[in-house]
């Protein structure tokens, strides 16, 4: 067997899918794109309700298409995604194609996961689950809409087992070797997804599915909430990790240069793992029932994940300009021209870390101990991951379907579309500028998030809010516009493209000849696993005894919709 | 593993700052008493909290020179006492709970901040220095009369 190419900086073979992967990952894609579609749609009526602008029809609630927009955006777009992703850049960068036995157990997966999709979705749509995608118990939607979720956690599980099985293939077939840097985020990811929905799956099967059933009374609030954050916070890194294999793997390629270091990229994915799990709590710094050593202790290493980001705008950074200089850009800046500005592949992307630089400082503002008082629960948090979910995860995730699509589909990714998907970013970001920023100026002037249009009885300072809410309006529109043009681009590039017997590549960065090997300690998991639930126990053992051993009274169930 | 030494310049500085942030925010803590809202205290079962005490006289009462605790029940849509008055200068040290699910109580302009849970007491403290009217609202999602849930505290002048 060869050495990878990530090793010997070799360009990988020219590489055609297998029509059994194929099809597997267009279907992944599919479910994703239709959720953005759905999930956009909730969107837009959710912030002109907000805004006054309309009152919605047909007895529609805000909260309800809140609920959807929640769950279809945030689990179900990202989710799919991000399986597909995985499944393309592990067939292509370990030996082709994916392993035979591991495919059966991705589609059962893959029908886990629609089937409970749908059941969620239906029950969203029935009424029966307005409880917005955080479903804070004593709220109580129906069983199915719990049962929906576990099916869709549960599927994800066997997702990630066939990213393991294709890892582990992989290792034993090359033996002594370092695995592709794409394999290995992938693996890290899943390693992540895995130990963090742990929580909320005990959440979610031991206390939520037989409470609604009504076999138990009561629930325990403080644990519910302590059990979701475990997971929450993760799940956001569970978004962002695959927007980094991005930026760390193909964007190299798509530029033109190379990944300068094999090592510090997958140490940065480790750090990551161990700092996004055992930090929940900081979504909780304003509740009661947890002591505040403990909430201080989390917010240290919520903080701790600094490292790893510094790292990445260093890694990003650096590739860039070696990029620009490889090809005799002269002077401090010259190789900033040389950068492909208008290739959809790298120009979005780009968009996505700009907007991050000020999605990240809003982070370490509402993470910080104190000042969260100051924007808890209000607008600063929207605006905050409509910045860094929507936009910064995103945006990279429209660009990886910009190509990725094409090349499933064996067609053309068009200049004419590459300048309408270019057209698109502009569009997403003008929007967002509108919507986001404004919502962290109007949250700092204290209006509340999740709420729908209110004037409190009149009261000074809700009017005093009442022109931002018009442009944040607009802003939405703004992006539920781009939001149809990116669905418009990926069917075209599915159905309408030129056809081609050579389609584009799945771009993977080669790794700088001057790089040193990775060291073994890299790859040894059972230290890093071990590590990140030894972190997790020292941040949450305590506090979650003293929350099982010593409960408040449970509350009843209650359905105020 | 080799770290380019611009690369390690700017951990090095990145890695300083933020042990310079967790000191301060520590210190303002640990030393200052500046913690977040908290309460380690419980209630009876959420649905008979109006039957005990100290809920079941919630409202204001004054515990000494310009120094209130006001003991707060919510519920689906609105909480109890609705409104309070209060001098300019008053000290008010907040009790609050939930008689059925989560909801907030959150004073925007102010740092009064809290999660109220049934089955837990959330407490804060804040000084009304200002005269006005405030407002009061809830601030998570609670039922379908979430934006509607609201209460006042009228500070007076001198």
């Known amino acids: ?561 | 593993m080799d770290i380019p030494r611009y690369e390690r310049l700017w951990l090095g500085i990145g890695i300083g700052t933020l042990i310079l942030f967790l000191f301060i925010t520590g210190f303002m803590g640990f030393s200052m008493g500046l913690h977040p809202t908290d309460g380690m205290k419980k209630t009876v079962e959420p649905e008979k909290v109006t039957q005990s005490p100290p809920f079941d006289h919630p409202g204001l009462r004054r515990i000494g020179p310009d120094e209130y605790v006001l003991t707060s029940v919510s519920y689906v849509f609105g909480y109890d006492p609705m409104e309070v008055t209060v001098p300019a200068g008053a000290k008010v040290h907040f009790r609050a709970t939930s008689r059925d699910v989560v909801h907030g109580l959150y004073i925007p302009g102010t740092t009064v901040n809290m999660m109220v849970e049934p089955g837990h007491i959330t407490e804060q403290t804040f000084t009304f220095n200002k005269p006005g009217e405030y407002l009061v609202l809830c601030h998570e999602y609670c039922g379908s009369g979430h934006h509607l849930m609201q209460g006042r505290i009228f500070v007076t002048g001198e």
């Open chain 1, 1 to 561: 067997m060869a050495k990878t190419a990530n090793e010997t900086g070799e360009t990988l073979a020219k590489h055609r899918y297998d029509e059994r992967d194929r099809r597997l990952i267009l279907a992944h894609v599919g479910v994703s794109v239709t959720a953005l579609l759905i999930g956009a749609v909730a969107g837009l009526l959710q912030v002109v309700e907000r805004a006054g602008w309309i009152r919605l029809p047909g007895g529609i609630n805000y909260y309800q298409m809140l609920t959807l927009h929640g769950v279809l955006l945030a689990l179900v777009f990202t989710t799919f995604f991000i399986f597909g992703y995985l499944y393309a850049g592990l067939a292509r960068t370990l030996d082709g194609a994916l392993v035979s036995a591991s495919r059966k157990w991705a589609w059962i997966g893959y029908g886990m996961m629609t089937f409970g999709t749908l059941l969620a979705a239906a029950h969203i749509l029935t009424h029966e689950a307005t409880v917005l995608y955080t479903f804070y118990p004593p709220l109580q939607a129906a069983p199915g809409f719990y049962i929906g979720l576990a099916l869709l956690v549960v599927g994800s599980w066997l997702a990630s087992a066939v990213v393991i099985i294709n890892y582990m293939q992989w290792r034993r077939r090359n033996k002594g070797e370092s695995s592709p840097l794409f394999a290995y985020m992938g693996l890290v990811t899943v390693i992540l997804w895995l130990h963090a929905s742990l929580y909320v799956a005990i959440e979610v099967v031991v206390q939520l599915i037989p409470w609604s059933l009504g076999w138990v009374d009561r629930v325990n609030v403080a644990l519910s909430r302590t059990l979701f954050w475990w997971f929450g916070h993760a799940l956001v890194y569970f978004w962002l990790l695959p927007a980094y294999i991005y930026w760390y793997v193909n964007i190299p390629q798509i530029i033109g240069g190379k990944i300068f270091s094999s090592s510090l990229p997958r140490l940065t994915f480790l750090l990551l793992l161990l700092f996004s799990i055992p930090v929940g709590f900081h979504h909780q710094l304003s509740d009661p029932g947890i002591e505040s050593f403990w909430k201080f202790l989390q917010v240290t290493l919520t903080m701790a994940v600094v490292v790893p980001t510094l790292m990445t705008a260093f890694a990003i950074l650096a590739t860039f300009e070696m990029a620009g200089r490889d090809k005799g850009a002269k002077g401090l800046f010259g190789w900033v021209k040389k950068l492909p500005w208008k290739d959809v592949r790298f120009f979005t992307p780009f968009m996505a870390m700009v907007i991050f630089i000020a999605g990240g400082a809003g982070g370490v503002i509402m993470a910080s101990y104190q000042l969260n008082q100051l924007v808890h629960n209000t607008w600063f948090i929207t605006g905050h991951f409509h910045m860094t979910l929507a936009s910064t995860v995103g945006l990279t995730y429209f660009a990886a379907l910009y190509w990725m699509i094409p090349i499933l589909r064996h067609r053309k990714l068009t200049p004419g579309i590459n300048r309408l998907g270019i057209i698109q970013t502009v569009i997403w970001t003008i929007g967002m500028l509108l919507m986001s920023v404004t919502m962290h100026v109007v949250g700092l002037m204290g209006a509340p998030r999740r709420s729908s249009f209110s004037t409190y009885g009149g009261h000074e300072i809700v009017s005093s809010w009442m022109p931002y809410l018009q442009l944040i309006s607009v802003g939405g529109i703004l992006l539920f516009v781009a939001i149809l043009l990116a669905v418009y681009l990926f069917i075209h590039l599915w159905f309408l493209a030129p056809k081609t017997d050579r389609p584009a590549d799945f771009p993977i960065g080669v790794v700088s000849e001057k790089a040193s090997q990775p060291p073994r300690i890299l790859e040894r998991w059972s230290v890093w696993v071990g590590l990140s639930v030894v972190l997790s126990i020292i941040a949450y053992a305590v506090p979650l005894a003293d929350m099982l051993l010593n409960p408040a009274p449970g509350a009843l169930p209650l359905r105020p919709w």
